[in-house]
């Protein structure tokens, strides 16, 4: 198991970037995490709605080069019209299978679909040189181990060095190699303040992402404690009763 595969259990709405439009703030922090600077040249894989996040790397960080790449036809248009009378900045439409990865020292991506990952690992290793990064938000790509961690911002650099087990890398991300209820929804929380999730449904998220994170840890053999603890059963109680959400299939006995 690869914590990859540990989050991509994980409800795609709350951890793809794909479905997500972040504000410009985050994509500051991210980049700040980054190390992001003049000499560096930054992809993005996957911007969909977040165009904003190339103008700021470019105008804010200095970047000498912005490529930001995506398969779908409707986000790339409309980024190239936006981003027309900005040198510096490319739009590209290809998939994973097709990039040439050999001049970029800055990959960000966020998605979870672990074939497109492993797709994108392969080529990682092949044509991207040493000292180039990879940035993404909740678990590195398969058992790669992090260079640095801000959670949920994870940074690998090259040559790559990588896990025996998911407790190890476990253990590199979140300082410990079990996750008990306690840090599952300090991790939730941590997501939650990143990201600026809005307050209205900031409780909400907490809850049901915390619960998963923990039941995943459950199902895996990564959980700290022997037994189901009383606030999973109540918080997968308040779930099924308030919010029609029943976790409880989730768990393996």
């Not at 490529?67 to 439409?93: H, P, R, S």
């Not at 998939?95 to 990952?117: A, K, R």
């Not at 790559?160 to 079990?178: D, H, M, P, V, W």
Request: hydrophobic share 40%.
């Amino acid at each position: 198991m690869k914590i990859d595969e540990f989050i991509s259990h994980l409800p795609s709405e709350v951890i793809s970037g794909y479905d997500i439009t972040l504000a410009n703030n985050v994509y500051r922090d991210l980049f700040t995490f980054s190390k992001l600077s003049p000499d560096d040249v930054f992809y993005y894989i996957g911007f969909r709605n977040n165009i904003n996040s190339l103008k700021i790397a470019k105008e804010e960080f200095g970047v000498k080069k912005v490529i930001g790449i995506d398969e779908n036809e409707k986000y790339v248009t409309n980024a190239k019209y936006q981003m027309k009378n900005i040198n510096g900045i490319e739009i590209i439409k290809k998939t994973v299978e097709d990039l040439d990865l050999s001049e970029v020292s800055i990959l960000f991506f966020w998605f979870n679909d672990l074939m497109l990952i492993d797709k994108l690992k392969q080529k990682i290793e092949k044509e991207m040189k040493i000292g180039s990064r990879i940035v993404t938000v909740l678990s590195p790509p398969g058992l790669m181990l992090p260079s640095q961690v801000d959670f949920p911002f994870i940074m690998c650099k090259k040559p790559f060095l990588y896990a025996s087990e998911l407790k190890q890398q476990i253990k590199s991300i979140y300082g410990n190699t079990c996750i008990d209820f306690t840090a599952s929804w300090i991790l939730s929380e941590k997501y939650i303040k990143k990201l600026e999730t809005p307050t209205r449904y900031a409780r909400f998220i907490n809850i049901l992402l915390s619960m998963i994170i923990w039941i995943n840890s459950w199902n895996d053999g990564v959980a700290c404690e022997k037994e189901i603890p009383p606030p999973v059963e109540s918080y997968i109680g308040i779930l099924r009763t308030f919010f029609n959400i029943d976790l409880t299939e989730m768990i393996k006995k």
